[in-house]
């Protein structure tokens, strides 16, 4: 198997299915911290009329249950830490991928040139913005767990 082969039946693929996973985990992740959203607002405005009608008592009762599913399920199959150690993973591949495409440090074993300078650089910015990323999210994950 040489290089380009590699590649593509193994790197491609790998950045390929942390890239589908991690977008899956996200909408998952999102979705479900809409629907809570819309349901926790909908439960005060809901429960001022809660005494007039039997109906709405129950659908109050109801939103407060499914609000409390969402968390279970959101807390159970973990998609907010899996989206973000999956498009971690992902960006760091294409990192290294692009990095040795162009035979840039620490792929390359001669004299740098100014495009495996520019190179370097650019992935640099880019590695430190996903890392950036990457903790600002754990963090805001770990406040969430917090509470």
Known sequence: MDIQEYIQTRVDTEIQWYNKRSNYCQRMYQGFQVAKIVL????????????KSYMVAITVGSFGAVIAIIESIGKLFKYQEYWIQYRT???????????????????????????????????????????????????????????
């Open 40 to 51: 926790a607002a909908l439960i005060p405005l809901l429960s001022a009329y809660s005494e």
């Open 89 to 147: 993973t992902c960006e760091l591949l294409k990192h290294q991928k692009y990095v040795y495409l162009t035979q840039s440090p620490p792929y390359n074993r001669s004299n740098q040139t100014t495009e495996n300078i520019f190179i370097q650089n650019i992935e640099t910015i880019i590695s430190s913005e996903n890392n950036q990323w990457k903790t600002t999210n754990e963090v805001h994950r770990d406040d969430a767990d917090k509470r």
